[in-house]
């Protein structure tokens, strides 16, 4: 059994840009489509124990910084 849904030419580009060389449509929207649970979510991302927050914060400081010296240092 076949189905045709209507898709707008932007939302086919954005898929296309996604899908596989070798995979159909059907199979990339079944890919996409597959449910996460939130511990499925929690599983993926495994790097993201306690400290993730003050880790990102600090890499942030860290980007912010180097960026003042670069815009400081073309001054």
Known sequence: MSSSIRISDETKAKLEA????????????????VTRTEDDVREMAG???EGLKDHMKQKRNDLNESLDERRSQSE
């Open 18 to 33: 996604i899908k596989r060389d070798d995979e159909t449509f059907d199979e990339l929207l079944d890919r996409l489509a």
């Open 47 to 49: 790097f993201a124990e």
